[in-house]
């Protein structure tokens, strides 16, 4: 073979072979792009899975901790009662215990009524004939009592005086106002009611059935105009609690579906509850907590800037919803909202990565914001500027470090991972994310808001959906009170029973503020 034909073969053996490596690179990077679709299918799939089976949130409530141990709580309790019968035969005393117990020693309330019983012996005669025996102690014990929900009839009587030596004078009371004139419920029961659907998550049909129990025969249309009535005389509460907040420098907003009833259709259709919460209670502020629930048909920022309106309020803390962003750009005296974004929020992406690929950025994401919040946990309750300079100590150096850490884990990935979104969605929002690092009354999220729709989507839950819109907006006004009514601490029932009968009784408009939640005696507190 000459020279040239060998050089022939050599260039040609080359060329092939940069075109299998062509290929090969080519197969590769497909494959490199097909397992990473694989693993964000595989991601979608397991977080699918987790919504319709899972826990809902990146960290368990200490009573979903709990849930697990009630059945070994309860087998315990079984074989402890064994116990103690079998050792009180051996000693001849059926019934008594061995041994005493530590649990829930805690000292009862003292406003709840004590009924006494005194147990005396068979005989107090001396065996050995004595006479009477002298009592020289006692043994004392308090135990907690339930008496079953029991409903009365509440029959009023208004006399008629009239005057026996002429015949123009007959005097009676005037008869009280109800929120049903002539009906059957009281306001006490309408409370119940109220507070058993959008603070219980109870619906009327099942509240129906309870009454039933009892031989109180009432349909789901009697108890939803009776809280369609109360919601009726609690305007004038709901309105002043927006009065409230629209005097806030500073709130938090958030939304969930509301399924509402499409007439015509057979179907529903989705709307959304919006909530606007104020709470100061972490940096040690004076005003009231108070969340307000508004119904809109969607989910457009132009509902949250409608439902702002006229509020006098700088700072927004929300999430990453871009809906919220069109509150940054409008014209108001005071100018646009300043929006704070949310760490819980960023930290639930992170943690979703880590449960299903193992990320090990994701793992040290979630470790940096847990140092975050492990020193908002030391400030919690300071006045600002404790929390401020905290925070400025010891938050700053780790907001300093993790951005360009963030930057630099981004460019070492996939840019279309899921991961990758995550990252981008913390860098686009870091100017919201650390402005909690300039002003101590800002939270770290917005859990308090959270917390307060929380019950919101358990009612809904339970009941599917409103009825119809107006059904909604009623839903939203009633929960608002009950909500803020548990932020107060105060009975929502007791609350909701005497505020209807004050405002009945003509309690005056111009002094509103005495009947706000946060006024009414603590749920702690007897009843006078």
Same mark, same amino acid.
């Given at each position: 073979?000459?020279?040239?034909?060998?050089?022939?073969?050599?260039?040609?053996?080359?060329?092939?072979?940069?075109?299998?490596?062509?290929?090969?690179?080519?197969?590769?990077?497909?494959?490199?792009?097909?397992?990473?679709?694989?693993?964000?299918?595989?991601?979608?799939?397991?977080?699918?899975?987790?919504?319709?089976?899972?826990?809902?949130?990146?960290?368990?409530?200490?009573?979903?901790?709990?849930?697990?141990?009630?059945?070994?709580?309860?087998?315990?309790?079984?074989?402890?009662?064994?116990?103690?019968?079998?050792?009180?035969?051996?000693?001849?005393?059926?019934?008594?215990?061995?041994?005493?117990?530590?649990?829930?020693?805690?000292?009862?309330?003292?406003?709840?009524?004590?009924?006494?019983?005194?147990?005396?012996?068979?005989?107090?005669?001396?065996?050995?004939?004595?006479?009477?025996?002298?009592?020289?102690?006692?043994?004392?014990?308090?135990?907690?009592?339930?008496?079953?929900?029991?409903?009365?009839?509440?029959?009023?009587?208004?006399?008629?005086?009239?005057?026996?030596?002429?015949?123009?004078?007959?005097?009676?009371?005037?008869?009280?106002?109800?929120?049903?004139?002539?009906?059957?419920?009281?306001?006490?029961?309408?409370?119940?009611?109220?507070?058993?659907?959008?603070?219980?998550?109870?619906?009327?049909?099942?509240?129906?059935?309870?009454?039933?129990?009892?031989?109180?025969?009432? *349909?789901?249309?009697?108890?939803?105009?009776?809280?369609?009535?109360?919601?009726?005389?609690?305007?004038?509460?709901?309105?002043?609690?927006?009065?409230?907040?629209?005097?806030?420098?500073?709130?938090?907003?958030?939304?969930?579906?509301?399924?509402?009833?499409?007439?015509?259709?057979?179907?529903?259709?989705?709307?959304?509850?919006?909530?606007?919460?104020? *709470?100061?209670?972490?940096?040690?502020?004076?005003?009231?907590?108070?969340?307000?629930?508004?119904?809109?048909?969607?989910?457009?920022?132009?509902?949250?800037?409608?439902?702002?309106?006229?509020?006098?309020?700088?700072?927004?803390?929300?999430?990453?919803?871009?809906?919220?962003?069109?509150?940054?750009?409008?014209?108001?005296?005071?100018?646009?909202?300043?929006?704070?974004?949310?760490?819980?929020?960023?930290?639930?992406?992170?943690?979703?990565?880590?449960?299903?690929?193992?990320?090990?950025?994701?793992?040290?994401?979630?470790?940096?914001?847990?140092?975050?919040?492990?020193?908002?946990?030391?400030?919690?309750?300071?006045?600002?500027?404790?929390?401020?300079?905290?925070?400025?100590?010891?938050?700053?150096?780790?907001?300093?470090?993790?951005?360009?850490?963030?930057?630099?884990?981004?460019?070492?990935?996939?840019?279309?991972?899921?991961?990758?979104?995550?990252?981008?969605?913390?860098?686009?929002?870091?100017?919201?994310?650390?402005?909690?690092?300039? *002003?101590?009354?800002?939270?770290?999220?917005?859990?308090?808001?959270?917390?307060?729709?929380?019950?919101?989507?358990?009612?809904?839950?339970?009941?599917?959906?409103?009825?119809?819109?107006?059904?909604?907006?009623?839903?939203?006004?009633?929960?608002?009170?009950?909500?803020?009514?548990?932020?107060?601490?105060?009975?929502?029932?007791?609350?909701?029973?005497?505020?209807?009968?004050?405002?009945?009784?003509?309690?005056?408009?111009?002094?509103?503020? *005495?009947?706000?939640?946060?006024?009414?005696?603590?749920?702690?507190?007897?009843?006078?």
């Amino acid at each position: 073979m000459t020279v040239a034909a060998l050089t022939e073969e050599n260039a040609a053996l080359k060329a092939l072979l940069a075109q299998t490596q062509a290929a090969l690179a080519e197969h590769q990077a497909a494959l490199a792009q097909s397992e990473e679709a694989r693993r964000r299918l595989e991601a979608i799939v397991g977080e699918l899975r987790r919504e319709k089976f899972g826990a809902k949130s990146e960290r368990l409530s200490p009573d979903q901790y709990n849930l697990p141990l009630e059945d070994v709580e309860i087998a315990q309790g079984v074989l402890d009662a064994a116990q103690e019968m079998a050792a009180a035969i051996i000693k001849g005393k059926a019934g008594g215990t061995t041994r005493p117990h530590n649990r829930n020693r805690g000292q009862l309330p003292a406003h709840l009524p004590r009924v006494e019983r005194i147990i005396e012996p068979d005989s107090t005669l001396c065996p050995c004939g004595c006479g009477e025996m002298t009592k020289i102690g006692e043994d004392v014990s308090e135990r907690l009592d339930i008496i079953p929900a029991q409903l009365r009839v509440l029959i009023t009587r208004r006399p008629k005086y009239a005057c026996r030596r002429c015949s123009g004078a007959v005097v009676q009371a005037h008869a009280p106002g109800h929120v049903v004139p002539g009906g059957l419920p009281t306001e006490a029961l309408i409370a119940q009611v109220v507070v058993a659907k959008f603070g219980d998550h109870l619906p009327f049909y099942r509240q129906a059935e309870i009454f039933a129990r009892q031989g109180i025969r009432l *349909d789901r249309a009697s108890l939803g105009n009776w809280a369609g009535r109360a919601c009726f005389h609690l305007r004038p509460i709901a309105e002043h609690l927006r009065r409230h907040l629209a005097a806030a420098d500073r709130l938090f907003m958030d939304e969930t579906t509301a399924p509402v009833l499409d007439p015509g259709r057979g179907q529903t259709k989705k709307g959304f509850f919006w909530a606007i919460a104020s *709470d100061d209670r972490g940096h040690g502020g004076t005003g009231p907590p108070i969340v307000l629930f508004r119904y809109a048909p969607g989910r457009s920022g132009a509902y949250a800037e409608d439902f702002l309106q006229g509020f006098r309020g700088r700072l927004l803390q929300c999430d990453g919803y871009d809906g919220y962003d069109r509150l940054t750009r409008i014209k108001r005296p005071q100018g646009p909202w300043t929006l704070v974004h949310c760490w819980s929020h960023l930290r639930r992406r992170f943690v979703k990565q880590m449960r299903n690929t193992k990320s090990p950025i994701a793992e040290a994401a979630v470790r940096q914001i847990a140092a975050l919040y492990a020193i908002e946990a030391t400030v919690r309750g300071l006045p600002p500027q404790d929390r401020l300079a905290a925070r400025r100590e010891h938050s700053a150096p780790i907001i300093a470090a993790l951005k360009p850490w963030l930057e630099k884990q981004l460019s070492l990935i996939s840019s279309g991972s899921t991961l990758a979104i995550d990252i981008r969605y913390a860098l686009s929002h870091w100017e919201g994310l650390t402005r909690f690092l300039d *002003d101590g009354r800002l939270e770290l999220d917005t859990n308090p808001v959270e917390n307060a729709i929380r019950p919101v989507a358990l009612t809904r839950k339970n009941a599917l959906f409103a009825g119809h819109e107006v059904g909604a907006e009623n839903w939203a006004l009633l929960a608002s009170v009950v909500a803020t009514c548990k932020l107060s601490d105060v009975n929502p029932v007791a609350y909701i029973a005497e505020t209807l009968q004050a405002i009945l009784n003509g309690h005056p408009q111009n002094r509103i503020e *005495d009947l706000m939640p946060w006024g009414f005696r603590k749920a702690s507190t007897p009843h006078p």
